[in-house]
């Protein structure tokens, strides 16, 4: 049981490149969550998808773009890197209900350069 | 903005001691609770949830929870050094999104 599989785990962009964050459970939870994670600031929400088909913005979204391509796969997009989202991003997933909490993938450890 | 507030520590304690983790919210709306354990370059790992006022235990931890005084607490009994980690605080929030949100999460290091 895989349960929440990121990849890549390690990234160097170099400034205006663009990437794609992968993200898929295994475990048909509704609810998908990218956080992006930062010392002193705690993890902060970027882009949701509550269930399959509906995305919405998080705390920090500007300069992200996601796409929830099916219930299992939620991923993560920078057009444009800059050195302000050199960060550890991670992937998490939740049945959706009141009483579930978060898996949280590995993360991916990026930095722009 | 809906906040969850944790002491950032370094909490340290003596290993077999019992170690106390608190979290205050903001939003009183919040129902469910969650305490999320972190090892240095991994990633949360959930350890307890409580949504009920009062107590809760699992093995050696402990969950309270006080929704008049919006305040949750997680009790770590007979310490470890393994034990050593950041202890994040979730709360679900009021509206019907299923997000969690996050406190900054308190540091603990256990000393043989």
């Known amino acids: 049981n895989a349960g929440v599989t990121q990849t890549p785990k390690f990234q160097v962009l170099k400034t205006g490149q663009s990437m794609t964050l992968q993200c898929a459970q295994d475990?048909?939870?509704?609810?998908m969550y990218w956080y992006r994670q930062d010392p002193g600031m705690g993890l902060r929400l970027i882009y949701y998808?509550?269930?399959?088909?509906?995305?919405d913005k998080g705390e920090v979204p500007n300069g992200y773009n996601v796409s929830r391509l099916n219930k299992r796969e939620f991923s993560l997009r920078l057009e444009s890197a800059a050195p302000s989202q050199t960060s550890v991003y991670f992937c998490?997933?939740?049945?959706?209900?009141?009483?579930?909490?978060?898996?949280f993938g590995s993360g991916t450890r990026l930095t722009v350069v | 903005q809906k906040e969850v507030e944790q002491n950032s520590g370094p909490l340290s304690v003596p290993e077999g001691a019992i170690a106390s983790l608190n979290c205050t919210y903001s939003?009183?709306?919040?129902?469910?609770f969650f305490w999320y354990r972190q090892y240095s370059g991994k990633s949360p790992e959930l350890i307890m949830s409580?949504?009920?006022?009062g107590d809760k235990e699992d093995g050696r931890f402990t969950a309270q929870l006080n929704k008049a005084s919006q305040y949750v607490s997680l009790l770590i009994r007979d310490s470890q050094p393994s034990d050593s980690a950041t202890y994040l605080c979730?709360?679900?929030?009021?509206?019907?999104?299923?997000?969690?949100?996050f406190g900054q999460g308190t540091t603990l290091q256990v000393k043989p």
């Open positions: 998808s509550a269930s399959e088909g509906t995305t």
């Open positions: 998490a997933s939740s049945e959706g209900g009141d009483s579930y909490g978060y898996t």
């Open positions: 409580i949504y009920s006022n």
């Open positions: 979730a709360a679900r929030g009021s509206s019907n999104t299923g997000k969690l949100i």
């Open positions: 939003d009183r709306g919040s129902q469910s």
């Open positions: 475990m048909n939870h509704n609810s």
